[in-house]
């Protein structure tokens, strides 16, 4: 089968296809016969040789994908050969198949392609776990996004509006701004030409917010302190604006803060089961009736993944970047 992998770490043009063979579920593991391949900055991560796989694992990328069963590993029962599904792998979804954990794999809509598949599970499942489990959103309550534009982004800013929060966000272009308004936000700011902080106190009338959602980390972690409310709640996502900076713990004890961390792959598979347990009661439906949706950017074939990339790094995307395999 073909397969994507680093030979090298670097930029874009290290992503080489390659032939491995076919592998075999284990217990509790079903085979999938790929289709679409969701792209996820971890995956770039993972190619710059910043995100290292976990010990005993392949160098093919890919965390989510959408396809086929093409086998059953023992004890499987509740899928079947010829389901059509998408779900969460550790590794290994830029390849034609893959194996998954039966836990991991939800049925695709009958409404629904492999792109949009694929497009759906990490993004929501991270915006979900953040916003609500993690950070306690409520209606009535405000939360800041960063990166609104982006796969988590347009996601979360649909599932918090849905919930009934004031929906503030970042992005960097106007073009982008515009669209996450079409989704739910109520109000957006340019990061590259306005000063986030100034822009989120003048709409909150110098209240701030209740809750961030951050992927930038140590460049904005001062600056998203300073527009929490008292007893609100930072989450760290990402890591784009880099990992170690100054840090002043005085507005924590003063305004009883929480800063709070996650990542998906790093979990245990019963983590994950359960992390994808509440995502298909509580958004599942919505996703399959339209009342949220997935927002795709765009899909490109699986022989020119290095594009796919590419999109991504010069944040030309709005929603998702999907990889096909025909």
Do not use: W
């Given at each position: 089968m073909?397969v994507i992998?680093?030979p090298?770490?670097?930029?874009?043009g290290v992503l080489?296809?390659a032939?491995?063979?076919?592998?075999?579920?284990?217990?509790d593991?079903?085979?999938?016969?790929?289709?679409?391949?969701?792209?996820?900055r971890a995956?770039g991560?993972?190619r710059?040789?910043?995100?290292?796989?976990?010990?005993g694992?392949s160098d093919?990328?890919?965390l989510?994908l959408?396809g086929?069963?093409?086998a059953?590993?023992?004890g499987?029962?509740?899928?079947?050969v010829?389901?059509r599904?998408?779900?969460?792998?550790?590794?290994?979804?830029y390849?034609?198949?893959?194996?998954m954990d039966?836990?991991?794999a939800?049925?695709?809509?009958k409404?629904w392609?492999?792109v949009?598949?694929?497009?759906v599970?990490?993004?929501?499942?991270?915006a979900?776990e953040?916003?609500?489990?993690l950070a306690?959103l409520e209606?009535?309550q405000?939360?800041?996004?960063?990166a609104?534009?982006?796969?988590?982004?347009?996601a979360a800013?649909?599932m918090a509006?849905?919930r009934?929060?004031?929906?503030?966000f970042?992005?960097?272009s106007?073009?982008?701004?515009?669209?996450?308004?079409?989704?739910?936000g109520?109000?957006?700011?340019?990061y590259h030409t306005h000063?986030?902080?100034e822009?989120?106190?003048r709409?909150?009338g110098g209240e701030?917010v209740?809750?961030i959602?951050d992927f930038i980390?140590?460049?904005?972690?001062?600056?998203?302190i300073?527009?929490?409310?008292?007893t609100g709640?930072?989450v760290?996502?990402?890591?784009?604006g880099g990992?170690?900076?100054?840090?002043?713990?005085?507005?924590m004890?003063?305004?009883?803060?929480r800063?709070?961390g996650?990542?998906?792959?790093?979990q245990?598979?019963?983590?994950?089961?359960?992390?994808v347990?509440?995502f298909?009661?509580?958004w599942?439906?919505?996703?399959d009736?339209g009342t949220?949706?997935p927002v795709i950017h765009?899909?490109?074939?699986?022989?020119e993944a290095k594009r796919?990339?590419?999109i991504?790094?010069a944040?030309?995307n709005l929603?998702?970047?999907i990889?096909?395999?025909e």
């Open positions: 073909k992998v680093l090298q770490y670097g930029g874009p080489t296809v032939e491995a063979p076919k592998p075999e579920p284990g217990v593991q079903i085979l999938v016969r790929v289709r679409a391949i969701g792209v996820n995956d991560l993972q710059q040789g910043l995100y290292p796989m976990p010990p694992i093919v990328p890919g989510e959408a086929e069963v093409a059953l590993g023992p499987v029962d509740d899928h079947a010829g389901d599904v998408f779900g969460l792998v550790t590794e290994g979804a390849a034609e198949y893959a194996v039966r836990g991991l939800v049925p695709i809509p409404s392609g492999f949009e598949g694929a497009s599970i990490e993004v929501f499942c991270t979900h953040t916003l609500f489990e306690g209606a009535g405000s939360v800041l996004i960063h609104g534009g982006s796969g988590v982004g347009t800013v649909q509006r849905h009934g929060a004031t929906v503030y970042t992005a960097g106007q073009r982008k701004i515009n669209r996450v308004v079409e989704l739910g109520h109000a957006g700011f340019n000063d986030f902080v822009e989120v106190f709409a909150t701030g209740d809750v959602e980390g140590a460049d904005y972690l001062m600056r998203n300073a527009l929490l409310r008292e709640c930072l760290l996502v990402g890591i784009l990992s170690i900076g100054s840090f002043d713990v005085r507005p004890f003063r305004k009883r803060l800063i709070c996650f990542t998906l792959r790093a245990s598979v019963d983590d994950k089961r359960a992390v347990r509440r298909r009661e509580t599942l439906p919505l996703l009736a949220v949706k765009a899909a490109v074939p699986f022989d796919a990339h590419e991504m790094e944040n030309e929603g998702k970047v990889i096909t395999i």
